[in-house]
């Protein structure tokens, strides 16, 4: 079972910091690849960055490429979000998710769990 909660979003002015931190309290973390998404009112649920089972290979939406880092500790069944240099156009909810498919995957569809979301909200 995979229960997944967000936390760390905020409202920030542009070109700061925030880390979002998302737990896993099942105990398949470490067999799950682990995907951040976000998605603003209006649109689209989208993806923003991926992490394999171990950590050792990420993958990012251009968009964020450069300002956004992804990172796990699976013996604290958990996954973050850095994010620096942030801009209004990064407002919105985000989700992490998980996902026991293969690594590289940046489809909505293809991740199985989700977290509840938490807003993160950046001012000009």
């Known amino acids: 079972q995979v229960h997944l909660v967000e936390s760390g979003g905020g409202s920030v002015q542009a070109g700061g910091s925030l880390r979002l931190s998302c737990v896993d309290s099942g105990r398949t973390f470490g067999s799950n690849v682990m995907g951040w998404f976000r998605q603003a009112p209006g649109k689209e649920r989208e993806f923003v960055a991926g992490?394999?089972?171990?950590?050792?290979?990420?993958h990012y939406a251009d968009s964020v490429k450069g300002r956004f880092s992804i990172a796990r500790d699976n013996a604290k069944n958990t996954v973050y979000l850095q994010m620096n240099s942030l801009k209004p156009e990064d407002t919105a909810v985000y989700y992490c998710?998980?996902?026991?498919?293969?690594?590289?995957?940046?489809?909505?569809?293809?991740?199985?769990?989700w977290g509840q979301g938490t807003q993160v909200t950046v001012s000009s």
């Open positions: 998710a998980a996902t026991a498919r293969g690594y590289g995957t940046s489809l909505v569809s293809e991740y199985k769990y």
């Open positions: 992490i394999s089972w171990g950590g050792s290979n990420t």
